[in-house]
């Protein structure tokens, strides 16, 4: 049996998650072209997502 498709996902305010690639992506949510196990959006997102602080914060921040 062939393991579950995820997809990273990331809304606009630059947070990311995974989303079941089977499924219709939720309102405010969009792919961002990476697609694998779970383990393997789990990992990329870990290496492209430094800073956790949403977008907006982190722009009336700088």
Do not use: K
Not at 31 to 38: L, Q, S, V
Not at 41 to 62: F, G, K, N, Y
């Amino acid at each position: 049996m062939a393991e579950p498709r995820f997809l990273v996902v990331r809304n606009d305010e630059e947070q990311y998650s995974i989303w079941s690639a089977d499924r219709d992506l939720p309102a405010g949510w969009h792919d961002t072209g990476f697609a694998g196990t779970r383990e393997e959006c789990l990992a990329h997102i870990d290496t492209v997502w430094t800073d956790m602080r949403p977008r907006s914060v982190r722009e009336a921040h700088s």
